[in-house]
């Protein structure tokens, strides 16, 4: 029997990846990646998935690999393919997330002399990858070098902060295997020790002294994956110190913590002149930058010492806000609550939280109770009516700030996810596909323009073996923008042809051309009804007047403010 030098390569690589921990590829067929494809389809505990789109194959390895927290590979042939995963790497880079990109090239012999499907693949995606390397050709015997190159890309993509690695794969032809080839066999995989900042005793004890000289505290947490794993630590110290948690949705932290007082009006909060009296003396930051735009200009305005933790190193602060960094993740917390003295808390500072909060609840509930279904109204429902064991993925523009407004706390396991990252509308739905495909049943909150922006998932997702409702809200355009001061000073023509860019997108025949279970709600209860009860793929259109959920937005602003303010 004769040795495939190529597939011997190609196999040794794929059965490392498994042994590091990869459990999934995303494959998008194509001629000059066979090698790959083969190889991996065959790698005992990969599961292999197909999406003809290299775009909307990206986000889906995207969004399986926030819900999974490992990375998932990804193949493709060489050419514009591989451009086409540009946009899911940029937010892959910018949220943490691991992928393994694996793009397949023409050898350097046929580059620059008009070969088809052939473009410069070096370094494609530049600084948004953990590390690019282009691989040898394999004509080799020794398959040394292809598991080393397996397990850097694993634990460059895991550690220590996670996100893309990309491999470009040159082949040259034939690209079948030889007959009767015999191929890598799985070998022992390599260890690598991960190196983990720890907080010295001395420093563990300063923040503490220092912590509880400072009761006047707050603890902010923004988007984080992996924020589950802080629940506990979170907890501990919040409990010890008194301070209000300030947690968006996407922080897996805005949950029911008994003796916590846990936020979720914030936003509204913090744009009334209440928000003046309780400016803090200290600022715990978890995750990432705040989703909350009040959120960001209160801590601008009172510039107030501000400790980060940041395990990943990823230096995420836009506002330039932050004092002190610690590279270290719950532990530390852990750490700095197991010896701080109980008896610093205020509990005034924390009654003056509660009971704004409270106050807001009421009468933004009082409003979306007696009004017709809006963004607002929808973001509320989700949060309370959604099955345990569930992921709620939020796409960007103002379903993402809905949910952070209006979302109540909830139990600690509806996963609730979004590509913030790099913020894009693009590919949404691949993601949430994506999600859905780790085998826990998904709701996508998306809008009308980002639904539009990738049809591509929704044609992919059609075919997959998932439980995924997408809940559609319908606006016919940009709404965001009206909300934004530019839509005070622009001729309303311009306006609308230059940023609401009505659609009037057939999204029922869209829908059900696909032979998608398609249904269109007006109303709280029947909207309760279908979310409590997944099954299958489903799309679920909301039609929102513009004009009136705008107004809406404004008039609850008002009136949280003049409730908090009379009081």
């Excluded at 082949?171 to 009767?180: I, V």
């Excluded at 607002?376 to 993925?393: C, N, T, W």
């Excluded at 993601?431 to 044609?459: C, N, V, W």
Aim: aromatic share 6%; net charge negative; with cysteine.
């Amino acid at each position: 029997m004769t040795r495939d030098p190529v597939y011997s390569a190609c196999a040794t690589f794929a059965n490392e990846l498994s042994g590091q921990g990869v459990e999934h590829v995303v494959i998008s067929p194509g001629s000059r990646s066979t090698p790959l494809t083969l190889t991996f389809a065959q790698t005992a505990n990969i599961k292999t998935w197909v999406q003809l789109d290299e775009r909307s194959a990206a986000f889906f390895a995207l969004g399986l690999a926030k819900k999974t927290q490992k990375p998932v590979a990804l193949i493709c042939t060489s050419g514009t393919a591989a451009a086409n995963y540009l946009p899911a790497v940029v937010e892959a880079n910018w949220s943490e997330t691991p992928l393994i990109v694996l793009t397949a090239n023409r050898p350097p012999e046929l580059r620059g002399w008009g070969a088809g499907q052939t473009i410069d693949q070096t370094n494609i995606y530049g600084s948004n990858v953990r590390w690019f390397a282009e691989l040898p050709i394999a004509n080799e015997p020794d398959d040394h070098w292809f598991q080393f190159a397996a397990a850097r890309a694993f634990q460059s993509s895991m550690g220590p902060r996670p996100g893309p690695v990309h491999l470009d794969w040159p082949f040259r032809e034939p690209l079948e295997p030889l007959n009767d080839a015999v191929l890598g066999q799985p070998s022992d995989p390599i260890h690598l020790d991960m190196a983990h900042t720890v907080l010295s005793s001395n420093k563990i004890r300063d923040l503490a002294q220092r912590l509880e000289q400072t009761p006047r505290g707050v603890v902010i947490a923004g988007p984080m994956v992996q924020g589950s794993q802080w629940r506990q630590a979170v907890k501990h110290f919040c409990t010890k110190t008194g301070y209000p948690l300030l947690a968006e949705p996407l922080s897996q932290l805005r949950i029911d913590f008994k003796d916590v007082t846990v936020l979720q009006h914030h936003d509204h909060l913090l744009r009334s002149s209440w928000s003046k009296e309780v400016a803090p003396d200290i600022v715990i930051r978890l995750g990432g930058p705040p989703t909350c735009k009040a959120l960001k200009k209160w801590l601008e305005h009172h510039r107030c010492p501000m400790i980060m933790f940041d395990p990943f190193n990823s230096w995420a602060d836009p506002s330039f806000t932050t004092s002190e960094i610690l590279s270290v993740g719950n532990e530390g917390l852990s750490a700095i609550a197991e010896i701080i003295d109980p008896t610093m808390a205020d509990p005034q500072w924390q009654t003056t939280w509660r009971s704004a909060n409270d106050q807001a609840s009421t009468t933004i509930n009082n409003i979306l109770d007696s009004e017709p279904l809006l963004q607002a109204a929808v973001a509320r429902e989700l949060g309370r009516h959604l099955p345990s064991d569930h992921v709620l993925y939020v796409s960007n523009s103002m379903p993402v700030r809905d949910i952070d407004s209006f979302m109540e706390p909830h139990s600690d396991s509806l996963h609730v996810i979004g590509n913030r990252g790099a913020s894009g509308i693009d590919g949404v739905i691949s993601s949430a596909a994506g999600a859905a495909a780790s085998g826990q049943p998904t709701t996508l909150l998306i809008g009308d323009l980002a639904f539009q922006h990738d049809m591509g998932g929704l044609i992919a997702a059609r075919s997959l073996d998932i439980t995924l409702t997408v809940v559609v809200l319908d606006d016919q355009g940009g709404g965001i923008f009206s909300h934004l001061p530019i839509a005070q000073v622009t001729d309303p023509a311009i306006f609308e042809k230059l940023f609401t860019t009505p659609q009037h997108l057939p999204i029922a025949g869209i829908v059900e051309a696909l032979g998608i279970e398609y249904q269109e709600v007006s109303n709280a209860g029947t909207l309760a009804d279908l979310v409590r009860e997944p099954q299958g793929i489903r799309v679920i259109r909301i039609p929102i007047d513009s004009s009136h959920d705008i107004d809406q937005h404004l008039r609850i602003g008002r009136a949280v403010a003049d409730s908090i303010e009379s009081s």
